[in-house]
């Protein structure tokens, strides 16, 4: 049965309308993201490994060499088990540093053009053959249907059409790092045609032909040569090499990277495809022999490549013959397209922009899609040129796939070091990708043009090594992987890595990586753009800036020189997926200039270790445990009540916690990385200059939103031990505490003043007392008086009433004085020198003018000259107490005693008495609010609490020493005021 080349023809461009269909209804969002972006979706697609080869050339392959066909198919399988230690690290990979393609990829890993270059030469050599393999299975398939269709306008109709929908659907956006997905679902359709196709002809074979699964049983056992030729090089022959090639090229080949890579969907399609993509191939592979047999019980002539056509058509299908044709246009034209999608990028970025075409002036971006339009169509014709001066005899289908199979099996040691040998170096790489691809192009591309089989000597050299010289597969893969592995582990083990293929290696092989050192010298956003200007232009370059800060959620107002260094390397980073790792690097770095001899700051060295724990928190053992830990301590300091800022060694903050946030109302977000001095007012002054004082605590008093405020500073340095004892401990930063005592100062100072009344009305009866005496003595004198006439007698008799005149001013000064202390309402007292021989004298005379205090002699054993320093008034309140509280212990007749002395720069004040004492249960509540000893009404309980309050806001201390009927010492502590130095 013949049918006519129109049929075909229109057949061909009504299945490729179809496509062009899918493919825009899925750009335009017709067709929903979960349908695109599904997992079976993604899994379908990647059958786009099943090329023409696979349909048409699979079984003349299993003709000649029985079930081995089948290893090529499950080294694609192997491939998925490989899933977690292969394919999901390099997603990773390529998502996270934008690596759109195997070039960039080994670029990255192996720093340098020449790297780049060398793998893009390597691919497009081995992609030649295969592109033409395609072009000449849709040919030949047209002309077993039509025998007068014209092969030159079938193959160039065919290369014309892919061009369009290339350039259509595959080129559409600026750069390769945005997913395509009209194109991903237009290849998913393919897969799934071409499946179908094969199925259905199988099934057909089985039922039309044999008559049944009974027929081709008995037909079967009437030809047991035909099952015997199947099994018989499956036993002879050996399959090991078939499998390492095909599990290589199910990720390694331009479009099976690409589509299993760069156009993977968001979400997690990779478990699915482990089951997916195997089960897609099975189904196709079952076919396989169907079609052979059927073939062979037709006595059909010719190769059987084409039997899947030639079977439906010996036996009047045309309808099925037809969806035969179009399975193979689906499988020969899903490869062209997304091969070339593949390689034109990457020849884009290692063979054109090298050479300063990026440099060229106008629009970049318009030019960079121009340029891979271009290559599109310069790849496939260049495939339909080596198709049209190869001798079509020289090879099968499935000999240019193995070609092509075995030249990309010599990027295995180079991923394997690239993944797991942060030893490997690009030295290595490199010398051993060329010796093996050396060897691939003289054991099997050029027999392709000369069709002399393999050279004598290698000849020999498989006999003697065991090999088949039939078929020259397994030498070629074995001798050119060889000598591969062995130049790349020898020269990486006798090179050493530069520190950037040090530190590309650590990301690659999933190790920590180290931080990068130095700061940005561009001190703004804006700066970046007038930078990166003159490099990609000035609209590219407001563009990339644009993105990435986006992508950070930074603004142009950002100063921090964390920030802006993370802005550089996201730039280069997204650049990477546009002009490739290399030339990325270099316009960064030519562009946006990192000083090395800065200081990384804290803040991002802190980020850096908090990502890697978190990176390792899934991970048992003791990161887990020092993950769970740092996690506990930033819940606490971030939870403090009091504000925490700790900073690095350069005044860079680095923690800003949540109570520091809401006191002074700057996020931690926009503080983190900023230097002190860089803080809007008052908080950048205060904080940088107590951060560089001589003072490790003060007080200080600000105006905030209206109030004043008082604050207390406390300072801690962080200093790190050198390596050696000769070696001095160095700062590397410090933490700084910003407690707010606003309200605590105004709460001590009611309570203060509380405690001055009930004072006052313990007291007012003795006060009463000690005024009563010299007014009786003032009033007898002064009747006295009347009668006296010496002027003598008046004279001492006006000195004795203006003698017990004074005394009373004097009680009456001391107890307003006392009462009206402390109602400051929390502002600072002033601190000066107190002479404590005074103070103490009248804190005995107020504390005896008490109801107990007659009966209770008070004596200070103070030395003149003695002095400390504080506030006059709140150390009186203190002494005072103090002494309430030793009168009212002592019994009747009792004594109650303050010595005071110098201990260094210190003070020391006890007040002892003669009481009862305290008992040991009770020692450590006595200075507990509301906590007192004595009677209901006769206490209050704030006492001591206050006693301790003011000691400790003077920097001292109050200690009680005590046995039950012993008496009580209270010892008070504080600082003494140093003898002013001489002058003059």
Same mark, same amino acid.
């Given at each position: 049965?013949?049918?006519?080349?129109?049929?075909?023809?229109?057949?061909?461009?009504?299945?490729?309308?179809?496509?062009?269909?899918?493919?825009?209804?899925?750009?335009?969002?017709?067709?929903?993201?979960?349908?695109?972006?599904?997992?079976?979706?993604?899994?379908?697609?990647?059958?786009?490994?099943?090329?023409?080869?696979?349909?048409?050339?699979?079984?003349?392959?299993?003709?000649?060499?029985?079930?081995?066909?089948?290893?090529?198919?499950?080294?694609?399988?192997?491939?998925?088990?490989?899933?977690?230690?292969?394919?999901?690290?390099?997603?990773?990979?390529?998502?996270?540093?934008?690596?759109?393609?195997?070039?960039?990829?080994?670029?990255?890993?192996?720093?340098?053009?020449?790297?780049?270059?060398?793998?893009?030469?390597?691919?497009?050599?081995?992609?030649?053959?295969?592109?033409?393999?395609?072009?000449?299975?849709?040919?030949?398939?047209?002309?077993?249907?039509?025998?007068?269709?014209?092969?030159?306008?079938?193959?160039?109709?065919?290369?014309?059409?892919?061009?369009?929908?290339?350039?259509?659907?595959?080129?559409?956006?600026?750069?390769?790092?945005?997913?395509?997905?009209?194109?991903?679902?237009?290849?998913?359709?393919?897969?799934?045609?071409?499946?179908?196709?094969?199925?259905?002809?199988?099934?057909?074979?089985?039922?039309?032909?044999?008559?049944?699964?009974?027929?081709?049983?008995?037909?079967?056992?009437?030809?047991?040569?035909?099952?015997?030729?199947?099994?018989?090089?499956?036993?002879?022959?050996?399959?090991?090499?078939?499998?390492?090639?095909?599990?290589?090229?199910?990720?390694?080949?331009?479009?099976?990277?690409?589509?299993?890579?760069?156009?993977?969907?968001?979400?997690?399609?990779?478990?699915?495809?482990?089951?997916?993509?195997?089960?897609?191939?099975?189904?196709?592979?079952?076919?396989?022999?169907?079609?052979?047999?059927?073939?062979?019980?037709?006595?059909?002539?010719?190769?059987?490549?084409?039997?899947?056509?030639?079977?439906?058509?010996?036996?009047?299908?045309?309808?099925?013959?037809?969806?035969?044709?179009?399975?193979?246009?689906?499988?020969?034209?899903?490869?062209?397209?997304?091969?070339?999608?593949?390689?034109?990028?990457?020849?884009?970025?290692?063979?054109?922009?090298?050479?300063?075409?990026?440099?060229?002036?106008?629009?970049?971006?318009?030019?960079?899609?121009?340029?891979?339009?271009?290559?599109?169509?310069?790849?496939?014709?260049?495939?339909?040129?080596?198709?049209?001066?190869?001798?079509?005899?020289?090879?099968?289908?499935?000999?240019?796939?193995?070609?092509?199979?075995?030249?990309?099996?010599?990027?295995?040691?180079?991923?394997?070091?690239?993944?797991?040998?942060?030893?490997?170096?690009?030295?290595?790489?490199?010398?051993?990708?060329?010796?093996?691809?050396?060897?691939?192009?003289?054991?099997?591309?050029?027999?392709?043009?000369?069709?002399?089989?393999?050279?004598?000597?290698?000849?020999?050299?498989?006999?003697?090594?065991?090999?088949?010289?039939?078929?020259?597969?397994?030498?070629?893969?074995?001798?050119?992987?060889?000598?591969?592995?062995?130049?790349?582990?020898?020269?990486?083990?006798?090179?050493?890595?530069?520190?950037?293929?040090?530190?590309?290696?650590?990301?690659?092989?999933?190790?920590?990586?180290?931080?990068?050192?130095?700061?940005?010298?561009?001190?703004?956003?804006?700066?970046?753009?007038?930078?990166?200007?003159?490099?990609?232009?000035?609209?590219?370059?407001?563009?990339?800036?644009?993105?990435?800060?986006?992508?950070?959620?930074?603004?142009?107002?950002?100063?921090?020189?964390?920030?802006?260094?993370?802005?550089?390397?996201?730039?280069?980073?997204?650049?990477?997926?546009?002009?490739?790792?290399?030339?990325?690097?270099?316009?960064?770095?030519?562009?946006?200039?990192?000083?090395?001899?800065?200081?990384?700051?804290?803040?991002?060295?802190?980020?850096?270790?908090?990502?890697?724990?978190?990176?390792?928190?899934?991970?048992?053992?003791p990161v887990r445990e020092l993950e769970a830990v740092r996690r506990y301590l930033q819940r606490i300091l971030e939870e403090l009540p009091l504000g925490a800022c700790a900073l690095g060694p350069d005044q860079d903050v680095v923690i800003w916690n949540a109570a520091l946030e809401r006191l002074s109302g700057l996020r931690s977000e926009d503080v983190r990385g900023q230097t002190l001095t860089r803080l809007p007012e008052p908080w950048g002054g205060l904080l940088s200059g107590f951060a560089s004082g001589p003072d490790a605590d003060a007080e200080?008093? @600000?105006? %905030?939103?209206?109030?004043? /405020? =008082?604050?207390?500073?406390? +300072?801690? *340095?962080? &200093?790190? #031990?050198?390596?050696?004892?000769?070696?001095?401990?160095?700062?590397?930063?410090?933490?700084?505490?910003?407690?707010?005592?606003?309200?605590?100062?105004?709460?001590?100072?009611?309570?203060?003043?509380?405690?001055?009344?009930?004072?006052?009305?313990?007291?007012?009866?003795?006060?009463?007392?000690?005024?009563?005496?010299?007014?009786?003595?003032?009033?007898?004198?002064?009747?006295?008086?009347?009668?006296?006439?010496?002027?003598?007698?008046?004279?001492?008799?006006?000195? @004795?009433? %203006?003698?017990?005149?004074? /005394? =009373?001013?004097?009680?009456? +000064?001391? *107890?307003? &004085?006392? #009462?009206?202390?402390?109602?400051?309402?929390?502002?600072?007292?002033?601190?000066?020198?107190?002479?404590?021989?005074?103070?103490?004298?009248?804190?005995?005379?107020?504390?005896?003018?008490?109801?107990?205090?007659?009966?209770?002699?008070?004596?200070?054993?103070?030395p003149e000259g003695l002095e400390g320093v504080g506030n006059p008034q709140r150390l009186g309140q203190v002494f005072v107490n103090l002494v309430t509280n030793a009168i009212d212990a002592s019994p009747p007749g009792g004594r109650v005693e303050l010595f005071a002395e110098e201990a260094d720069e210190q003070v020391r004040i006890r007040v002892v008495d003669q009481g009862h004492g305290i008992p040991p249960e009770l020692a450590q509540r006595i200075f507990e609010p509301f906590f007192t000893t004595k009677q209901p009404g006769e206490g209050t309980g704030l006492g001591l609490a206050l006693v301790s309050s003011i000691v400790r806001e003077h920097g001292g201390t109050v200690e009680v020493d005590s046995q039950?009927?012993?008496?009580?010492?209270?010892?008070?502590?504080?600082?003494?005021?140093?003898?002013?130095?001489?002058?003059?």
């Amino acid at each position: 049965m013949i049918l006519d080349l129109g049929t075909l023809v229109v057949a061909a461009l009504i299945y490729l309308l179809v496509l062009f269909l899918i493919a825009y209804a899925a750009e335009r969002g017709r067709i929903p993201s979960r349908v695109t972006q599904h997992p079976l979706a993604y899994a379908l697609a990647l059958g786009v490994y099943a090329t023409s080869w696979s349909y048409f050339g699979s079984i003349g392959y299993a003709s000649q060499h029985g079930f081995r066909y089948l290893a090529i198919y499950l080294g694609a399988t192997l491939s998925c088990l490989l899933v977690p230690v292969l394919w999901r690290p390099m997603l990773k990979l390529t998502r996270e540093l934008q690596l759109t393609s195997l070039a960039d990829l080994f670029a990255f890993r192996y720093p340098g053009q020449a790297t780049g270059t060398g793998v893009t030469l390597v691919l497009l050599a081995g992609t030649l053959p295969y592109l033409a393999l395609q072009v000449r299975a849709v040919v030949e398939s047209a002309r077993v249907l039509s025998p007068s269709a014209s092969a030159t306008l079938l193959g160039l109709g065919f290369c014309v059409t892919t061009i369009v929908f290339s350039v259509l659907f595959g080129a559409r956006y600026v750069t390769p790092r945005e997913r395509h997905e009209g194109l991903a679902l237009a290849i998913a359709f393919e897969s799934l045609v071409k499946g179908v196709a094969l199925v259905l002809v199988a099934a057909w074979a089985v039922t039309s032909i044999f008559g049944g699964p009974g027929g081709l049983q008995a037909w079967l056992d009437a030809h047991p040569e035909a099952l015997r030729a199947m099994q018989q090089p499956a036993r002879e022959s050996s399959w090991a090499s078939m499998l390492v090639i095909s599990c290589a090229a199910a990720f390694l080949i331009p479009r099976q990277y690409h589509v299993a890579f760069t156009e993977s969907p968001e979400r997690d399609a990779l478990s699915t495809a482990t089951w997916a993509f195997p089960l897609l191939l099975l189904l196709m592979n079952m076919a396989v022999p169907l079609v052979l047999w059927a073939g062979a019980a037709l006595g059909l002539p010719g190769p059987a490549d084409f039997h899947v056509l030639a079977v439906p058509a010996a036996r009047g299908a045309p309808a099925l013959a037809l969806l035969a044709f179009l399975g193979g246009i689906s499988a020969s034209s899903a490869m062209v397209i997304v091969t070339t999608l593949a390689m034109a990028p990457m020849c884009l970025t290692h063979l054109v922009l090298p050479l300063g075409y990026a440099r060229a002036p106008g629009n970049l971006y318009r030019r960079l899609l121009w340029a891979r339009r271009v290559l599109i169509a310069a790849i496939i014709l260049a495939g339909y040129g080596f198709y049209l001066l190869l001798d079509k005899r020289a090879a099968g289908l499935v000999d240019l796939g193995l070609i092509a199979f075995v030249g990309v099996a010599q990027f295995i040691p180079g991923l394997l070091g690239l993944l797991f040998w942060p030893r490997a170096t690009r030295t290595g790489f490199l010398v051993g990708l060329a010796a093996g691809t050396t060897l691939w192009t003289v054991l099997l591309l050029r027999p392709l043009w000369t069709g002399e089989g393999l050279p004598h000597e290698a000849t020999a050299l498989a006999a003697l090594l065991g090999f088949s010289t039939h078929e020259p597969w397994g030498f070629a893969t074995f001798t050119s992987l060889t000598l591969n592995t062995l130049a790349f582990t020898g020269l990486s083990l006798v090179t050493r890595s530069s520190p950037e293929e040090a530190e590309a290696a650590r990301l690659c092989a999933r190790e920590a990586p180290s931080l990068v050192a130095g700061n940005v010298t561009a001190s703004s956003p804006d700066e970046f753009r007038r930078q990166l200007a003159p490099v990609l232009g000035p609209d590219a370059a407001t563009a990339e800036l644009d993105r990435a800060l986006a992508e950070l959620g930074l603004s142009y107002g950002e100063r921090r020189p964390v920030e802006l260094r993370r802005l550089r390397d996201h730039i280069e980073r997204n650049l990477s997926g546009l002009l490739g790792p290399v030339l990325a690097r270099l316009a960064v770095s030519e562009a946006l200039q990192v000083d090395p001899s800065a200081r990384t700051a804290l803040a991002e060295q802190l980020r850096f270790v908090e990502e890697r724990l978190r990176d390792a928190r899934g991970m048992p053992g003791p990161v887990r445990e020092l993950e769970a830990v740092r996690r506990y301590l930033q819940r606490i300091l971030e939870e403090l009540p009091l504000g925490a800022c700790a900073l690095g060694p350069d005044q860079d903050v680095v923690i800003w916690n949540a109570a520091l946030e809401r006191l002074s109302g700057l996020r931690s977000e926009d503080v983190r990385g900023q230097t002190l001095t860089r803080l809007p007012e008052p908080w950048g002054g205060l904080l940088s200059g107590f951060a560089s004082g001589p003072d490790a605590d003060a007080e200080t008093q @600000l105006r %905030l939103d209206g109030r004043e /405020r =008082i604050l207390r500073l406390h +300072r801690s *340095l962080a &200093t790190l #031990s050198g390596s050696t004892k000769e070696e001095p401990e160095r700062t590397e930063g410090a933490v700084l505490l910003v407690e707010d005592l606003t309200e605590r100062k105004a709460m001590d100072a009611r309570l203060a003043h509380q405690d001055r009344l009930a004072s006052v009305g313990r007291v007012a009866a003795g006060v009463a007392h000690e005024i009563g005496n010299p007014l009786t003595a003032i009033t007898s004198v002064a009747q006295n008086l009347r009668y006296e006439e010496d002027p003598a007698e008046m004279h001492e008799r006006v000195g @004795l009433i %203006l003698q017990q005149a004074r /005394r =009373i001013d004097a009680i009456v +000064r001391a *107890l307003v &004085t006392f #009462s009206h202390a402390g109602v400051s309402g929390g502002q600072n007292e002033p601190v000066t020198r107190v002479p404590l021989a005074p103070l103490l004298t009248e804190a005995a005379q107020l504390a005896r003018l008490g109801r107990k205090g007659a009966d209770v002699t008070c004596v200070s054993h103070c030395p003149e000259g003695l002095e400390g320093v504080g506030n006059p008034q709140r150390l009186g309140q203190v002494f005072v107490n103090l002494v309430t509280n030793a009168i009212d212990a002592s019994p009747p007749g009792g004594r109650v005693e303050l010595f005071a002395e110098e201990a260094d720069e210190q003070v020391r004040i006890r007040v002892v008495d003669q009481g009862h004492g305290i008992p040991p249960e009770l020692a450590q509540r006595i200075f507990e609010p509301f906590f007192t000893t004595k009677q209901p009404g006769e206490g209050t309980g704030l006492g001591l609490a206050l006693v301790s309050s003011i000691v400790r806001e003077h920097g001292g201390t109050v200690e009680v020493d005590s046995q039950p009927g012993a008496g009580a010492t209270f010892t008070v502590v504080l600082p003494r005021a140093m003898a002013p130095r001489a002058t003059g």
